[in-house]
């Protein structure tokens, strides 16, 4: 089988952040990045694929600055065959203008199965996976939680409000993948090693018109510290009085 | 003035939550413009067309209802062909979705279709002559941006929850509407929608919600959990990612950067230390509460009352406290 997954370099998520001085960006001065955290599953569920359908090949493709690299060399490390980076200096917000270069550079390249992360944890959008399904007329399930192949045809699960969906689906076929799926794994040293010979090639991003962009980034307001109510079950009573009487939660 | 689209989702054939927040949404924005039309489309098996009239209560003007026997459960690609041949032929200055797994699924379609752009997950939006802003929650909730859309129609997804459900009548004039891809034909079919646990809240939609972490100790702890729900009576449990992956819990309870976002009047986070990927996933909650024996354990910093202490002796009180206090009226 032939999987490509598409990974995105975000920063860390664990990261406190700064709001740049344009009031748009985030100040990067010492900021880390990392694979936004949905595609390093799908990066580790493609592995597993192949390995139980093998021979196979999994590509990984990630539009994004030279720093890009590591994290794609990171997968490659993790078991990927080759990478593609489509460069950029900068990340447009627009997730058509993304999915309209990541399809250029996915098409017609053979691809059983074309995975994304449920979402992207800086945009939180969940809109490149669905519309590059749209640009390559395949078709899409999104936030896949359990996968099986089985031939050209797929059983996917995902997690409704409240219900589970069973979904039926022939390949090729985009899918983006949430949480349940796969851990990803830690790369060892020899997988580090053979990294280093993999293929990856860069080649110009070529991002046309954005429609959409950020007027504005802010911090949301802080949480007001709150109050320790007391100790042990004795502080029970307390509690309930405050959220019925100064809070209005009950 | 400007003219609305809005997906209304159902589920079983009956109308959403967030179908009456997204139409009430449009209804209000298109009140805002001077007076424009809002068109509710609305998709499922025979009979599906009884959802008209709680979608004219909340500001339909329009109702295009496509019944199919395909359509029993959600056809993204008859949907989305569907939705976008309506924005095409209504002229809608924008279509609204709801920012649901459902909705999260359509709205991106739709937008490659039209070859526009998406604003998804968006909590306000206002339509301007020439482009529309929105507010979206970014960075897993540690930044809030203002976007800025160009270009007709605008697609938005409306985060659940950020826009209440307001009853305002529209026209309310129902048509029937022919699907734009034969649900038949559709590649991706949906097989089978089960019900999770009996008839319980969800999540994303209880006022309450009390969550437990690993301090529970064992599955069977949750039971205590179970009670405290029950106490409040509108409550729903979640979990952290440390109590899913031990298998405690169902996963779809999962609460946090890679699990739900919920955002309850009231949350009670009991035994849980407050990692980053946790809070993502509950800190705009409007009251947090939060029981741990660790003075130090970072969810107090976001909590706005906390008690200090084992949780197994202070749960049972505050099942009986809350039991007596909702007694009593
Ligand atoms: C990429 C990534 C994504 C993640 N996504 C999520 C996510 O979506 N959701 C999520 O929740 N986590 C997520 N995590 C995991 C997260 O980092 C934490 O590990 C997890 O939230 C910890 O769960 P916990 O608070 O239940 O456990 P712990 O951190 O072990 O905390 C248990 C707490 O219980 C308290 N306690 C113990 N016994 C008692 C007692 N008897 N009475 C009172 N208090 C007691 C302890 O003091 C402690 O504070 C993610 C991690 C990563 C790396
Ligand atoms: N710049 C990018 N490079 C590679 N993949 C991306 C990029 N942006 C988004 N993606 C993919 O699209 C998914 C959804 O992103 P988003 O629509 O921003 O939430 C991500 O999880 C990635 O799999």
């Known amino acids: ?250 | 003035m400007a003219d609305f689209m809005v997906f209304a989702e159902t589920r079983g054939g009956n109308l959403r939550t967030v179908a009456l927040e997204t139409v009430s949404a449009a209804r209000q924005a298109a009140d805002a413009s001077g007076g424009g039309t809002v068109h509710a489309l609305v998709c499922g098996a025979a009979g599906v067309a009884g959802a008209a009239e709680a979608l004219a209560a909340h500001g339909a003007d329009q109702v295009h209802v496509v019944e199919h026997p395909q359509l029993a459960h959600y056809n993204a690609e008859s949907v989305a062909a569907t939705a976008a041949a309506l924005i095409q032929s209504t002229g809608a200055r924008a279509a609204l979705f709801s920012a649901s797994v459902e909705g999260r699924d359509l709205a991106p379609r739709v937008a490659a279709k039209l070859g526009v752009g998406l604003a998804a997950d968006v909590t306000a939006f206002e339509v301007h002559a020439d482009h529309v802003t929105a507010t979206h929650p970014v960075y897993t909730g540690k930044a809030v941006a203002t976007l800025r859309l160009v270009g007709t129609p605008a697609v938005l997804s409306i985060r659940p929850g950020a826009q209440p459900a307001v009853e305002h009548a529209g026209k309310g004039e129902v048509s029937s509407l022919a699907p734009a891809l034969d649900p038949a034909a559709a590649r991706v079919v949906v097989t089978e929608v089960g019900a999770r646990g009996a008839a319980k809240l969800d999540l994303g939609e209880a006022p309450v919600v009390v969550a437990g972490g690993r301090g529970l100790r064992a599955a069977e702890h949750f039971s205590l959990m179970e009670d405290l729900a029950a106490a409040f009576g509108n409550a729903a449990v979640g979990a952290t990612r440390a109590v899913t992956d031990d298998g405690w819990r169902d996963p779809a309870d999962q609460i946090g950067q890679t699990g739900r976002l919920v955002s309850p009047d009231l949350y009670v986070a009991v035994g849980i230390s407050g990692a980053v990927q946790h809070l993502a996933g509950m800190r705009t909650s409007r009251v947090i509460v939060a029981i741990n024996r660790d003075k130090d354990a970072p969810i107090f910093k976001v909590a706005d009352y906390g008690i200090v202490g084992d949780l197994f002796e202070i749960v049972p009180r505050l099942i009986e406290e809350i039991r007596a206090r909702k007694a009593a009226g």
């Open chain 1, 1 to 250: 089988m032939k999987i490509a997954v598409c990974l995105k370099r975000v920063p860390d998520t664990e990261m406190r952040f700064a709001i740049a001085a344009d009031g748009k960006s985030v100040d990067t001065v010492g900021l880390k990045f990392e694979i936004s955290t949905f595609d390093e599953y799908a990066v580790e569920a493609a592995l597993q694929l192949n390995e139980a359908h093998a021979p196979g090949e999994v590509a990984v493709v990630g539009l994004g600055p030279d720093g890009l690299g590591e994290h794609l060399r990171k997968a490659l490390a993790m078991g990927a065959d080759r990478a593609i980076h489509l460069a950029a200096e900068t990340v447009p917000y627009d997730a058509l203008a993304i999915a309209r270069s990541l399809a250029g550079a996915l098409k017609e390249q053979g691809f059983d199965l074309i995975l994304f992360g449920r979402n992207a944890t800086d945009t939180g959008s969940g809109a490149v996976g669905p519309m590059v399904a749209e640009l390559l007329g395949l078709p899409c399930v999104t936030a896949v939680s359990h996968l099986e192949i089985s031939g050209a045809t797929g059983t996917a699960r995902r997690e409704l409000e409240g219900a589970t969906a069973t979904i039926t689906f022939p390949l090729p076929a985009v899918l983006t993948i949430d949480e349940g799926i796969a851990r990803p794994r830690i790369a060892g040293l020899k997988g580090i090693m053979a990294a280093k010979k993999k293929p990856m090639e860069v080649r110009p991003a070529e991002l046309g018109a954005e429609v959409l962009s950020i007027d504005r980034l802010a911090l949301p307001p802080e949480r007001q510290a709150g109050r320790i109510v007391g100790e042990g079950a004795d502080a029970v009573p307390e509690l309930v009085r405050l959220l019925h009487d100064e809070a209005k939660a009950l």
